[in-house]
C-alpha cells in the first residue's frame, strides 16, 4: 500500500487517495499524460528540497541574523 502525504496536491497522489476510497476515474489516465505526472512531481519534489533547505537550514537563518 503507497502511503501519500496529506499536503501532496499532485495529480497521481489525488489518483492514489481516490483509488483508496474506491473512487477512482479512470477516464483520468487518459486525459493526462505519463509526461505531465512526471514533470509535476519533479517540481513538488524540488520545491520540497528548497524549502527544506532554505527554512530548514540553521546556518541559513544564523547568517541573516548577523
Given at each position: ?10 495529480k497521481l497522489a489525488e ?52
Amino acid at each position: 500500500m503507497l502511503q501519500v502525504h496529506k499536503q501532496n496536491v499532485t495529480k497521481l497522489a489525488e489518483l492514489i487517495r481516490d483509488s483508496y476510497k474506491g473512487r477512482c476515474d479512470p477516464l483520468f489516465l487518459k486525459r493526462v499524460s505519463s509526461l505531465t505526472l512526471l514533470v509535476e512531481i519533479g517540481i513538488d519534489k524540488l520545491f520540497r528540497d528548497y524549502v527544506h533547505a532554505f527554512l530548514g537550514d540553521d546556518e541559513i537563518l544564523k547568517r541573516t541574523d548577523e
